[in-house]
């Protein structure tokens, strides 16, 4: 952030305002600075930053310090960036600014209110055009990509109809893939039902090869509404086949999985025939009653859980304690890796331990970390 400069209101022969984006966050390489929130501006010379809460805080840089940009998408938790890599030569007659010396060559721009593709494209097209070198380059005014609030407001439009168009697109082809899905399991059901109906007459090898292609194509065939209704008798069947197709997954996992594991796996199975949250309870809340292999637990912090008939917590609770011992102290997220559990159930077993009285917990800055009860094994 060494090459910007305190903002100079004197604009330059031929400097026009090409856009404005509000909530722009600097950083400078990928250290983070304090200047989290403001007004940025590009003209066809410079980028301006002003800070929405210290108006004081203004500064530029000159668009002849940028030797390339580079986008980075954004995700759950980050906002998307445009990277902006700097000349690593510094102007002699540099005027001050906010940083007088920065390791970092490049700076990143933040965009929490989005903005940063269409910045991107005016960025990239006033870099081709170096105005700064030659002022007849200058945009047309019918060329500005936004300023003023109306600016604002036909820019906030623009991409709200951009975006409700782009929705429109995938729920229609998401409807097509439905459509095409259910044609698909409809086909596979009435080749089954000749297959039975004509079991002598066909192969066993035949059968098989038939078979690995249906589980090539990824057809299955999930319980659904439309076939049993949204009532206990759709649950009911639902649970059912939640036993059939959980039982090797929790067996592999130590017999137990959380309920948000189990949701992410059943829908994953199910294709484009997903279950609601609600739906996965109830069909949850069924197991006990059909007697069937797995069970819901819900433990005391309120965490759901499913788990086989046959897991034994006192056995787990031993493994768990032997784990303990050995390493001195243990973490849920150190727990997680030596039992392949997930967190939230690393830490369910470790606050089991505690309620035994077989392990005591250190709560400090660092975390949650858990100990072998030491008073127990000296008594003992």
């Avoid at 700076?107 to 940063?116: E, H």
């Avoid at 727990?335 to 690393?346: D, E, F, P, R, Y």
Wanted: aromatic fraction near 8%; glycine fraction near 6%; proline fraction near 3%.
């Amino acid at each position: 952030m060494d090459r910007f400069q305190w903002w100079e209101s004197n604009s330059q022969p031929g400097e026009v305002e090409i856009y404005q984006q509000t909530g722009v966050k600097l950083y400078d390489g990928n250290k983070k600075t304090l200047f989290e929130s403001g007004l940025m501006t590009l003209t066809n010379y410079r980028i301006r930053w002003k800070d929405d809460i210290n108006p004081n805080t203004d500064m530029s840089l000159n668009l002849s310090h940028i030797v390339l940009i580079e986008k980075e998408s954004a995700t759950w938790t980050k906002s998307a960036k445009i990277i902006a890599h700097l000349s690593a030569i510094l102007e002699e007659d540099k005027k001050p600014g906010p940083v007088k010396y920065s390791p970092y060559n490049y700076v990143k721009f933040s965009f929490r209110q989005g903005g940063d593709k269409e910045f991107f494209n005016a960025l990239s097209e006033a870099l081709v055009k170096k105005a700064w070198e030659d002022p007849s380059a200058a945009y047309p005014k019918g060329k500005q990509y936004r300023a003023g609030i109306v600016g604002i407001e036909r820019q906030i439009r623009h991409k709200n109809e951009a975006t409700g168009e782009t929705i429109s697109e995938a729920f229609e082809d998401l409807k097509c893939l439905m459509k095409m899905a259910q044609e698909m399991v409809g086909l596979s059901k009435n080749i089954s039902q000749k297959i039975r109906e004509k079991q002598s007459s066909i192969t066993e090898d035949e059968t098989v090869q038939f078979k690995s292609y249906l589980l090539s194509l990824g057809i299955s065939d999930p319980v659904t509404k439309s076939e049993y209704g949204s009532g206990t008798t759709f649950h009911v069947e639902l649970a059912k086949q939640l036993s059939d197709a959980l039982k090797k997954p929790l067996e592999e996992t130590g017999g137990v999985l959380s309920l948000a594991e189990v949701y992410c796996r059943v829908n994953r199975a199910r294709g484009v025939e997903l279950i609601s949250p609600e739906d996965l309870l109830n069909a949850c809340l069924m197991l006990e009653k059909l007697d069937l292999p797995i069970k819901l637990h819900t433990f005391d912090s309120g965490v759901m859980v499913l788990r086989l008939e046959s897991y034994d917590t006192a056995i787990e609770a031993q493994k768990v304690g032997k784990l303990l011992n050995e390493h001195g102290s243990l973490t849920a997220d150190e727990l997680s890796i030596l039992s392949k559990a997930t967190v939230i159930i690393a830490k369910e077993r470790l606050l089991f331990l505690e309620r035994e009285g077989k392990a005591c917990r250190d709560d400090s800055v660092e975390g949650l970390r858990f100990y072998p009860n030491r008073f127990l094994i000296e008594q003992a």
